[in-house]
C-alpha cells in the first residue's frame, strides 16, 4: 500500500462549484497532516496544515480522520486560481521528512 | 513571504557529468533539504542537513550525491555522475526548526542527456 495515496483526477469544475478532494495513509502513527497546492512546474506551497478537530481557512476546510486514515480538503465557491495539483502531505513523527501524495489535480473552469 | 533562491533556473548536462546544484536559504533558517520530483511524479526527500551535517537521507540519495555548504551561506547538491534517471526537478527547501514549516526554492530542472 503507498504511503499517501491520492486521486490524481483532473477534476474539472466549473466556477462557483464546490469541490472535494481525498486522501489516505498508511502509517496509522502519522502524527502531522498538510495540504500544499503545487502550480504547474513549480514549487509546492503550503496551503494549510490539516488539525483532528478540522479546520477552516476561507474557502478552504480540511479534515482529518485518524480512525480511518483519511484526510480530506474541502474548496467551496471554486476560483479560476484554484486551479492547480493539491498534494496531501504526511509527517510520520515530529522528526522525519514529509511524506508526499501525488497530488490531485483541478482545472476550475469558466 | 521570506525565499529561497536556487540556481540554476535550468541545467542541462551529458550523463556522466557532474552537476552541483544551489541554494541560497533563509536567513537564519538553518535546516536545509533537498527534495526532487521527476515529470508526472510524487515529491521525494532525498537529504536533510543541518549544522554541517547530514542528519537523514533517503534510499535515493547514494554515493553519487552529496550537500555542502561551501561558504557557510549557499546550500548545494551534487551529483557526480549523473544517470538519465536523474532528471527530475530538484527542489531545495529551508526552515528554522527540524521538520517545521517548508519553504521551498523555486527549482531547478535538471535534464540528462
Known amino acids: 500500500r503507498k504511503e499517501v495515496e491520492q486521486d490524481p483526477g483532473p477534476f474539472n469544475v466549473p466556477e462557483g462549484a464546490t469541490v472535494a478532494f481525498n486522501c489516505t495513509y498508511s502509517n496509522s502513527a502519522s502524527q502531522s497532516f498538510f495540504w500544499y497546492r503545487q502550480d504547474c512546474r513549480k514549487e509546492p506551497k503550503l496551503l494549510m496544515s490539516?488539525?483532528?478537530s478540522g479546520n477552516e481557512d476561507g474557502r478552504f476546510t480540511a479534515q482529518l480522520n485518524r480512525a480511518s486514515q483519511y484526510i480530506s480538503l474541502l474548496i467551496r465557491d471554486s476560483k479560476l486560481s484554484d486551479s492547480a495539483t493539491y498534494l496531501c502531505?504526511?509527517?510520520?513523527?515530529?522528526?522525519?521528512?514529509?511524506?508526499f501524495g501525488k497530488g490531485t489535480r483541478l482545472s476550475v473552469i469558466a | 513571504e521570506p525565499e529561497v533562491t536556487q540556481t540554476p533556473s535550468h541545467q542541462v548536462t551529458q550523463m556522466g557529468q557532474e552537476v552541483i546544484l544551489r541554494c541560497v536559504p533563509i536567513s537564519n533558517h538553518l535546516y536545509f533539504y533537498w527534495y526532487r520530483q521527476i515529470l508526472g511524479q510524487k515529491v521525494e526527500f532525498l537529504v536533510s542537513f543541518y549544522n554541517n551535517e547530514i542528519s537523514e537521507k533517503s534510499e535515493i540519495f547514494d554515493d553519487q550525491f552529496s550537500v555542502e555548504r561551501p561558504d557557510g551561506s549557499n546550500f548545494t547538491l551534487k551529483i557526480r555522475s549523473t544517470k538519465l534517471e536523474d532528471s527530475a526537478m530538484y527542489f531545495c527547501?529551508?526552515?528554522?526548526?527540524?521538520?517545521?514549516?517548508?519553504?521551498f526554492g523555486s527549482g531547478t530542472q535538471l535534464s540528462v542527456l
Open positions: 527547501a529551508n526552515t528554522d526548526r527540524p521538520f517545521g514549516k517548508l519553504f
Open positions: 502531505v504526511v509527517q510520520p513523527s515530529g522528526n522525519t521528512p514529509l511524506v
Open positions: 490539516v488539525y483532528s
